[in-house]
């Protein structure tokens, strides 16, 4: 069966104006390929946005740049799902790597938005400062969306799928910071 766009775009529709009814839809249809194509579709959208207002876009470097951009988003992608479903197993949690795959790749539909908010960045400052707090609540939206992805595909409350998208932050602050201390003291006692 082949991806259509009535589909498709349904079920971004769905994303941005009712997320909840979305995730949790009992008989949702299941595509790699539909998620993959939006995952690619989102990559493009932001690469075109950012290379028209620098004007990369008419470079040959920007078609390059362009496929480097999807071909490491889609790594990206998969890597973040087989991380939480890796995780998930650590804690005893059974999960279908292919529903995470798929809602996971509408999660970050808002990225589209980032687009038009370049363009008003260019307004002014006033622009600038709107566009940002905009890209502020939109990168909160994602975390949320990604949230209620793990929330469906794993079957767990809305605070530990938060929980499962900051505890490898919090592991990664924690080995930086332990790894300074560890560096400074060995510099203090060759200093000495």
Do not use: H
């Not at 579709?41 to 008419?58: C, Q, T, W």
């Not at 793990?150 to 990664?172: D, E, Q």
């Amino acid at each position: 069966m082949g991806i259509t766009t009535d589909e498709f775009f349904e079920n971004i529709y769905k994303v941005i104006f009712n997320p909840k009814e979305f995730f949790e839809q009992k008989d949702m249809t299941v595509s790699v390929r539909l998620a993959l194509a939006t995952i690619i579709l989102i990559a493009v959208i932001n690469k075109f946005s950012f290379g028209i207002f620098d004007g990369s876009v008419l470079k040959i470097s920007f078609i390059f740049s362009l496929i480097w951009g999807v071909i490491s988003v889609v790594i990206l992608w998969f890597l973040t799902a087989l991380f939480f479903e890796y995780i998930a197993k650590i804690f005893n949690r059974d999960g279908n790597l292919e529903k995470l795959l798929f809602l996971t790749a509408f999660a970050p539909v808002p990225y589209m938005f980032f687009a038009p908010l370049n363009l008003i960045k260019n307004i002014g400052e006033i622009g600038y400062i709107i566009a940002t707090l905009i890209e502020v609540l939109l990168y909160f939206l994602i975390i949320f969306l990604y949230a209620l992805a793990l929330r469906t595909v794993y079957n767990i409350t809305i605070s530990r799928a938060f929980m499962l998208i900051f505890i490898p932050f919090l592991s990664l602050f924690f080995a930086i910071y332990w790894l300074v201390c560890f560096i400074s003291k060995i510099w203090y006692i060759f200093s000495i």
